[in-house]
């Protein structure tokens, strides 16, 4: 009798133990799901692109005066950048999520945009040309400046997939940055630009990257700064120059100056300088992650607004039933004003009144 007493004891624990672990598990809150790696979004992509052999005037900052490849040079306003002959570089634009085939390319939405069609394909964008600019060696400055081609190798599955289309435009940013060794634009840099393309509506590419570096190479900081650690500029060679101005084409051709919200790592020989020696960090701070997460947040909300206007001039929701970013997430770009209508990426018109910082 005592072991069967024993064992129905031992029953009505086991019991009232399951009944305890069942009641516990159902007030808890269930488990996030795991996302897929990133790598799961992609599938293989190849292209037959030939690199040409190096050209003597690709890589160049050139000044006044200096040789051009050809003496006719294109308005730059007319030929959308074109150079004669064309350059090797073509940096391309950032992906856009929603589909494979979209309407136009950069940031700026066209002005009829309403009568295109989506035929433009972003496959296109990933062969992205540069010119290699980094040192020769450690013991040799000396930029390659030599031909070469950039290529993730993979496309993506969903093009609508968030975590895709960010970690193929993360990809691009990076390879642009560490291979051309191009320093960002600042806003005087950007706003001389604009001058000379209201002063002189038909100059060329070379014409205008020859005047920004007669203006700034070696005579002015590029930096509206007066830090020790700040540098004189190292001067724009024409692919940056002519990557600024086509990304931006709509802006200066009506004379504004674009924004520049989100901080960017500064890749040259003299940016790299800096960073290691921590000067900028102990002077500024580190630049904020949730800023740079609420700066893509709008840019893409402003991209998805333009392209899908609907008949009572408010918006569609081109991404509807897309993977919704997690909580802490949310919360980040919350916290950063990503959902505030101040966060703006407006650009402002060029100032008429000429600042004493502005020579020409």
């Not at 159902?26 to 897929?36: A, F, G, M, Q, R």
Request: contains cysteine; proline residues 9%.
């Amino acid at each position: 009798m005592q072991d069967i007493a024993d064992d129905e004891d031992l029953e009505n624990t086991s019991a009232r133990n399951k009944t305890e672990t069942q009641s516990k598990t159902s007030n808890s809150k269930p488990k996030k799901t795991k996302k897929p790696p990133v790598g799961d979004g992609f599938a293989t992509f190849t292209h037959n692109t030939v690199i040409p052999p190096a050209n003597p005037f690709w890589g160049i900052k050139p000044m006044p005066g200096d040789p051009r490849p050809d003496p006719i040079q294109p308005s730059a306003r007319e030929s959308n950048g074109q150079t004669n002959p064309p350059l090797w570089e073509d940096r391309g634009y950032r992906y856009k999520r929603g589909s494979r085939y979209v309407k136009y390319f950069g940031p700026i939405p066209p002005s009829n945009i309403d009568s295109l069609d989506k035929t433009l394909d972003q496959e296109a964008l990933h062969i992205v040309k540069l010119i290699d600019m980094r040192p020769k060696s450690k013991n040799d400055p000396t930029p390659k400046r030599k031909p070469t081609i950039y290529c993730y190798g993979k496309t993506p599955k969903d093009w609508n997939n968030m975590q895709t289309i960010k970690a193929l435009n993360d990809r691009r940013y990076q390879a642009i940055d560490r291979t051309t060794m191009d320093r960002p634009w600042q806003r005087i840099e950007r706003e001389y630009l604009a001058s000379l393309l209201q002063d002189t509506p038909d100059a060329s590419i070379w014409e205008l990257t020859e005047r920004h570096n007669a203006r700034f190479m070696g005579q002015d900081f590029a930096e509206a700064t007066g830090f020790g650690f700040a540098n004189l500029s190292a001067g724009r060679t024409v692919e940056s120059v002519r990557y600024e101005y086509t990304t931006y084409k709509p802006l200066y051709d009506a004379g504004k100056v674009p924004e520049a919200i989100r901080w960017r790592g500064d890749p040259s020989v003299e940016g790299k300088a800096v960073k290691e020696s921590g000067r900028a960090e102990r002077a500024f701070g580190k630049p904020s992650r949730a800023l740079e997460m609420a700066h893509d947040a709008q840019l893409e909300e402003d991209e998805a607004n333009a392209a899908s206007p609907d008949r009572n001039g408010g918006t569609l929701d081109p991404f509807e039933g897309q993977q919704k970013l997690e909580d802490d997430e949310e919360m980040l770009l919350e916290l950063a004003g990503a959902y505030d209508n101040d966060l703006s990426s407006e650009p402002t018109p060029l100032d008429t009144n000429p600042s004493p910082l502005t020579r020409k």
